[in-house]
């Protein structure tokens, strides 16, 4: 699939809804049902992870079961039809569909961020509009990054027209927009200041490409959106910039990306204790006992366990600082939501990183071999924590801590 037209049939709709099939979602209503909704599609997605990431397998099917189950809809607010789950129970879900494939679980990432920015700055009727085209089963995917031009990265301007808005531009690293009904872009208006326009699929002027050719995350599609003088009415721009300065925009961003590392450090690991419990022995001299009663796995493992253990208690605390921050969105709770979620996303980072990497070492040379593909937790770990990377994380805890300085509330943060 090398060039995808997002017109995806003949518009015969208005210009601001979804020319693309829509399949019907249920509908829940409380955590309860969002958790037991997501662990019984993960069981579903987990099978064939492996295959669709060796030969490269796009999981529409699978999108369809998890937004078809009303997962999509989970942080609508329940005034909107919405579950309007805690941001904790976010987290979890995300943690969950993580460790049955990473790709699916990232997918989803930009769609609760959209979720969250429609819910609190979108005007009544885009709220009543986008909002009730979730809860129908719509997935929104992003085309945020500039591509870099021949005069550098050059901000994509949603600039007003006497008809509504238009934009021209290129985007890179667009995760889910293959996949979306709406494609939402951020750029700038004339004013400077950080807009987004939502694009309903099959709009005239809208093209994606599947050109990502990562070694992880490999089935994320996040390739290339390209915009031809896309017409847009006023019902499509949001000034996303009152997100950042009003909400716990950032917070709310990073903590899907804490979940997804959550869950492929809980995937690395159940992988690593199935295998040991199915195998005699590993590469080791002939004296040497079982690795399940060998003191040094025994140490190591009981190690990743505990780090998951503190990582998760750690993403409960973030995505209830996050509820905070929504419930009373001052400067003083922003800021909180932010650095719990950044302290989270050190942890989730290092031990995705490290269970991964752990599961050879602990499992030996056979769990190397092809059939098992254990390499793609690895590869997921390695590729996904490179999302706004952990060392800066480090520095606004810190600075914090030292001289009071509170985060400002951003998409890496």
Not at 51 to 67: A, F, G
Request: one cysteine or more; hydrophobic letters at 45%; aromatic letters at 4%.
């Amino acid at each position: 699939m090398n060039a995808v037209l997002a017109s995806v049939t003949k518009r015969q709709q208005p210009a601001h809804r979804t020319a693309r099939a829509v399949q019907a979602a249920q509908v829940l209503r409380s955590d309860a049902e969002v958790l037991q909704a997501a662990r019984r599609i993960a069981g579903l997605i987990a099978e064939g992870s492996a295959e669709r990431d060796r030969d490269r397998i796009l999981p529409e099917p699978e999108l369809d079961l998890v937004s078809g189950a009303g997962l999509w809809a989970m942080n609508v607010p329940r005034e909107h039809g919405g579950a309007g789950v805690s941001y904790a129970t976010v987290a979890q879900v995300f943690a969950i569909l993580s460790a049955a494939d990473a790709s699916i679980g990232q997918i989803q990432q930009n769609h609760n961020s959209a979720v969250f920015w429609l819910s609190t700055i979108g005007t009544a009727a885009q709220k009543d509009f986008f909002l009730g085209e979730i809860v129908r089963g719509c997935r929104f995917g992003n085309a945020n990054t500039d591509a870099p031009g021949k005069q550098g990265v050059q901000p994509t301007v949603i600039a007003r027209t006497a008809r509504g808005h238009v934009l021209s531009g290129e985007k890179i690293y667009a995760t889910g927009a293959l996949f979306a009904h709406y494609v939402t872009v951020i750029g700038q208006n004339e004013a400077g200041e950080k807009t987004v326009a939502v694009i309903p699929a099959g709009t005239p002027g809208l093209s994606i490409e599947d050109d990502w050719q990562s070694f992880g995350q490999r089935t994320t599609a996040s390739g290339r959106v390209r915009f031809d003088r896309v017409e847009l009415p006023d019902l499509c721009v949001l000034p996303i910039h009152r997100a950042y300065s009003e909400q716990a925009m950032g917070a709310v961003s990073q903590l899907s990306h804490v979940g997804i590392d959550l869950g492929i450090a809980q995937a690395a690991l159940d992988d690593t204790v199935r295998f040991l419990r199915g195998h005699s022995s590993i590469s080791q001299p002939e004296s040497s006992p079982r690795a399940v009663v060998d003191p040094l796995v025994i140490v190591q493992a009981g190690e990743i366990q505990i780090r998951i253990h503190a990582a998760e208690a750690m993403t409960q605390r973030a995505g209830l600082a996050v509820d905070a921050a929504i419930a009373e969105p001052d400067r003083a709770l922003r800021a909180a939501a932010s650095l719990a979620v950044a302290e989270a996303k050190v942890l989730t980072s290092e031990v995705a990183l490290l269970a991964s990497s752990k599961l050879f070492e602990l499992c030996g040379t056979r769990s190397a071999q092809s059939p098992h593909a254990f390499d793609r937790h690895w590869r997921n770990a390695r590729v996904h924590t490179l999302h706004d990377p952990v060392r800066h994380k480090y520095t606004v805890v810190g600075d914090h801590l030292l001289n009071g300085i509170l985060p400002e509330s951003a998409g890496a943060l």
